[in-house]
């Protein structure tokens, strides 16, 4: 099945600097990768997704990039606020996002954001 | 956008009573649903799929007979706890997916067994 490394665990960024996050999976198959922000107590919800036909994916502050060749893809957050400190999942999945294919997720990433 | 509401955010029951948790799609239908148990500082660990009018497919090691899953219709898929035991203290998420939605989760149930 699909396995998902994410990385780092942790990342402490002062208010203003830029966040990169990393993620690399191992089922060529996949073709959907969404990323989600996790605040305590709270669901995940979907900041960014991109899939397989495109290479890059900007959202104002926020940025995904995909390499196929290489199976990762990043979330990039220029200008990082204080709340943007939260838990960061990277996710892979066939079906292009919809149906019934499952997420696999990473870890994880606990960003913190330092005023 | 896609909305699921997921209820209660709380519970606290005592060990060996039941517990059900309901997860509905506000505004799209919901062909699968997804239920997840997330442990504290981890990530969301799928306990089981089901697609709308047919059995869950539950993951390995996942009890079907302890995590009971019913989604009889597109919109509302219930989990219960049987029997409940303080391991099963969790927080429990769920997600739906759909032709006109893709992945939404819901807010999440903390379950505290007593």
């Known amino acids: 099945g699909e396995n998902v490394e994410q990385h780092p665990s942790t990342l402490s960024v002062q208010e203003g600097d830029s966040a990169v996050i990393k993620c690399t999976y191992s089922d060529s198959a996949s073709n959907y990768f969404p990323w989600y922000k996790q605040e305590l107590g709270k669901g995940p919800q979907l900041i960014i997704d991109i899939r397989s036909n495109v290479g890059e994916k900007k959202d104002q502050r926020i940025a995904v990039t995909l390499n196929k060749t290489a199976k990762h893809f990043s979330l990039h957050i220029t200008e990082t606020q204080p709340e943007d400190s939260a838990v960061y999942f990277c996710?892979?999945?066939?079906?292009?996002?919809?149906?019934?294919?499952?997420?696999?997720f990473g870890k994880g990433t606990k960003l913190s954001v330092i005023p | 956008g896609a909305v699921v509401s997921q209820h209660p955010s709380r519970v606290i029951c005592k060990s060996g009573t039941s517990v059900k948790i309901e997860c509905r799609s506000l505004d799209f239908q919901a062909t699968t649903m997804f239920w997840y148990r997330q442990f504290p500082k981890q990530s969301l660990m799928l306990m089981a799929t089901?697609?709308?009018?047919?059995?869950?497919?539950?993951e390995q090691g996942v009890e079907k007979d302890k995590f009971l899953i019913n989604h009889a219709s597109l919109t509302l898929s219930t989990l219960t706890v049987t029997s409940a035991h303080p391991e099963d203290s969790s927080f429990y998420i769920c997600s739906a997916s759909g032709q006109l939605a893709g992945y939404t989760f819901g807010s999440g149930t903390r379950l505290t067994v007593v």
């Open positions: 089901s697609n709308e009018g047919s059995k869950a497919t539950y």
């Open positions: 996710a892979a999945s066939k079906g292009s996002g919809a149906g019934s294919y499952q997420l696999t």
